[in-house]
């Protein structure tokens, strides 16, 4: 069974900044489509922020979160990263990471296209 473990998750003022990182020991990330989630406060779904489908070199981003927010992964150590700037407190919530390895994200902001997910970090931005 595949298992993501997030990390990085931590309370910051308006305008700073986080990085949140995803790893995996159970398979390259290459050949699967890696995706950013998150809950917010009150929010029974989960929102696709952004991901990534490295074979093809595509990245894709929320409206919310373009220009402020990047994804990336390091093949050398495997790991997903999502880079967090000028956070807003509407950026607060838990964040997850996902997999999914059939539709190369081709349904990228839709939680039910995942099929492996992580335990979330939550991250709180005061103003």
């Known amino acids: 069974q595949v298992q993501l473990v997030e990390s990085g998750g931590d309370s910051v003022h308006a305008g700073g900044s986080l990085r949140l990182s995803c790893e995996s020991s159970?398979?390259?990330?290459?050949?699967?489509?890696m995706g950013w989630f998150r809950q917010l406060p009150g929010g029974k779904e989960r929102e696709g922020v952004a991901?990534?489908?490295?074979?093809?070199?595509?990245?894709y981003y929320a409206d919310s979160v373009k220009g402020r927010f990047t994804i990336s992964h390091d093949r050398a150590t495997n790991t997903l990263y999502l880079q967090m700037n000028s956070l807003k407190p509407g950026d607060t919530g838990i964040y997850y990471c996902?997999?999914?390895?059939?539709?190369?994200?081709?349904?990228?902001?839709?939680?039910?296209?995942?099929?492996?997910w992580g335990q979330g970090t939550q991250v709180n931005v005061s103003s």
């Open positions: 996902a997999s999914e390895g059939r539709l190369k994200c081709a349904l990228w902001s839709s939680e039910s296209a995942y099929d492996a």
């Open positions: 159970s398979y390259t990330y290459n050949a699967r489509c």
């Open positions: 991901a990534v489908y490295r074979a093809a070199g595509s990245t």
